[in-house]
């Protein structure tokens, strides 16, 4: 006989509470019977200590619809609903606690509503949910924490998973049970996760809800459905996704080879001197952090005043959580570790962002992934630059614009782009610009190519945006304020009119490519960690063509235009023609004197293409591997024609290993720790030549020995002159003048004399000079001669290095 609902109770340790609970049941489905059927009840004993199976056999000899299933010991709610639900043959099943916390009359209330081919779920969480006996409060937090967290991560619009009281379609119940693997009270999570993902409906209905005494839900046991999710969620992981982001990590890791083999000593060759200045930030970061100091200034470069932090890249959203690392293991492994890491994480969510929201096929939104974050661009900031590396939380951030355009949870939408901005505030304020400006192009381009899409998004859009902004800017109003307005702040870095790349760098590769070569990206570039474009003609082609295939689309419309305004905006102020005398006004001129753009190197806007030409190549392999528009597989010598095309666009561009070479020794005397015996309270080592944007190796004097000492001069971003305009290393002094131009020139362009020696002592009191040390380097001798001279005596060879000691006794 064909069993129309099954009612299945999981018990444990319930002989007080599980008779009448059966008896109520039983008397509900015995009133109406024309309604509810033949069904049956199962009880689940999970290995109980107590009479409950005694109890439950009873029952079952006067009521022979009742079945007993027992266990030999205590498996967790999850084991034993999947039995009771697995043992079922009902068109419905109804899962109940064994306290009947929730009535059994309310199953009214499921039975009336519409889905009965999904789940109808009873929920204590909806505006006509009646709660008539209350839990202890610190038990009611804890709930409404966990299904918060349980929506946010696992099964988002279900407000109450947890409610014991649920109506399932028979047959997918079974299917979903036979799949679960959870054994304790996460099983609700991963049954409805299912449900979910087999686009089967689920439905919340509120019902009546009463504590009862004597509940097994123990406040250690929200901890375990805490880490029954995580579980839930990495099973979930398809295989392929893990392979992906394997061969991400792999890819990353063989580019950074070189450094990774020798930590000690390896130096990234085209890095400058960015690597010398991030390890330093990474330190000093975690000295601040470690010492309860404040993160956003430090006096240990640019002394005595110091360097305003905020302004300068410090990237606190990385350098903060580092902290134990870097104390630990020290500021290399962590500038490894961020390179490495950073740029797998970008390609990982680019990837999540396409197979999520673009492409059916994995593999096909891995090399759109790949492109985003492996072009030419982002290699070359490789070199020295990881705040336009770890662009990790661009694709979350279109990701969260889009769900706002949707217009369905816009004030959860908006409060998490809001966190997500003030996030990527404290990653990189360039980057984020620069993606707001390619998210604006894009939606102006895409309103215009459908209207009526636009009409529905823009007053969601707009609502989430003013709740972003309410969230982010309370969140980074002082470290902004500290920014621009704090000791050390400036206005603006000026790069002049030559910034902008010429128009044949998107056409040529990059010096890293692999069919690149060094000389001719070298003529196009500001310097190797700046080229910024260098797509290739073959990828540019490939675009054209793609975008001509799939005109149609206002998606590929909007692309174009981005990445065409993209690439235009970042040819600068002016623009030469190629192979020609000509000089046009370029449309950056319109933009670069604004507040925030006139800092920026526009060059970069160009890093905006990166993801433009991802996705249309994502998009343009999951057509090769889907099927004809009626529905056909497509040729097969089309779709290898077009494999071997993308390719062909690819290949050219291949990152190659990043070289390095190794760093110079720090000499003994500062490695020691002897520079101590000649600093007084708050006095500084000076280095010779001082540090400055294009020899910074005393930054890693500092950072390598446990930032024991300040230092004048160094590498940051400042204020220079009344204007307070930006400039890169400390205000220029007299003394620091000269010796660098003897460093640079191999002799002493001027005659030291008794005014020279004033303008050196001058100089040497407002550093707070306690000792001055020349390492060995390049023209040491003339330096030796030049320092002897305005110090009126010779220095002392100690640890490796000359050494002058310039307090007034010696």
Known sequence: MTVELSVVVPAYNEERRLRPTLDAIRAHLNADPGRWGSWELIVVDDGSADATAEVARAAAAEEPRIHVISGPANRGKGHALRQGVLASYGRRVL???????????????????????????????????????????????????????????????????????????????????????????????????????????????????????????????????????????????????????????????????????????????????DQNQWEWF??????????????????????????????????????????????????????????????????????????????????????????????????????????????????????????????????????????????QIFLGEEPLLLAALGMLLFALAYAAADREAARAAWRPLAKGLGIAAAVSLPLVAFPLYWQFFGPQSYHSVLHGEGAGNSPLALLEFSGRSLLGDEATADRLAMNRTEQNAFYGWPLVALACAITVRLWRRPLVKALAFTGLAAALLSLGQKVRIPYTDVVLTGPWKWLSDKPLFESVIESRVAMVCAPVLGILVALAVDRLAGESEEGAPRPLVWRVAGLVAVWAALLPIVPTPYPVYERAEIPPFIADGTYRQYLGEGETVVPVPLPDPGGAQALHWQSATGLGFSVPGGYFNGPWGPDRVGIYGASPRHTSNLLRDVRWQGHIPVTIGPAWRAQARADLAFWRAGVVVLPPGPNEDVLQEAVTKLLGGAGKRIGGAWVWDVHPTH
């Open 282 to 423: 990474f330190a000093v970061t975690a000295d601040n952090v470690s010492h309860l100091r404040n993160p956003l200034f430090t006096t240990l470069q640019n002394a005595p005043d110091g360097v305003n932090l905020m302004a300068n890249t410090v990237m606190l959203g990385v350098s903060v959580p580092f902290t134990p690392v870097t104390l630990a293991f020290g500021p290399t492994v962590t500038w490894a570790l961020v390179l490495t890491l950073g740029l797998t994480a970008t390609a990982c969510s680019w990837y999540w962002f396409l197979a999520r929201r673009l492409v059916r096929h994995r593999w096909a939104a891995a090399v759109g992934a790949a492109l985003a974050a492996y072009a030419p661009p982002m290699v070359s900031h490789g070199n020295a630059h990881p705040n336009f590396l770890l662009l990790f939380m661009v694709p979350l951030i279109v990701d969260r614009a889009l769900r706002l355009c949707e217009g369905r949870r816009v004030v959860r939408d908006g409060v998490l782009l809001g966190l997500l901005a003030t996030y």
């Open 95 to 273: 899962l109940t606690d064994a306290d009947l916390a929730t009535p059994i009359e309310e199953l009214d209330r499921l039975d009336k509503e519409p889905g009965a081919e999904g789940a109808v779920i009873g929920s204590r969480a909806l505006p006509d949910s009646r709660i008539d006996v209350h839990q202890r409060r610190s038990r009611e937090v804890l709930g409404r924490l966990g299904n918060r967290l349980i929506r946010a991560v696992a099964v988002p619009g279900v407000r109450d998973t947890q409610c014991g009281f649920k109506l399932l379609d028979g047959e997918r119940a079974r299917e979903a049970f036979a799949a679960s693997r959870l054994d304790g009270w996460g099983i609700d999570v991963e049954v409805l996760r299912y449900f979910r993902h087999r686009g089967w409906p689920v439905t919340e209905v509120p019902v009546t809800w009463a504590h009862q005494p004597g509940s097994k839900v123990r406040p250690l046991d929200y901890a375990r459905v805490l880490g029954e999710l995580v579980l839930l969620r990495a099973r979930a992981v398809r295989p392929v996704d893990l392979a992906v982001t394997g061969l991400f990590l792999l890819a990353s890791f063989l580019l950074y080879r070189h450094l990774w083999a020798d930590l000690d000593r390896a130096y990234l060759a085209d890095s400058m001197q």
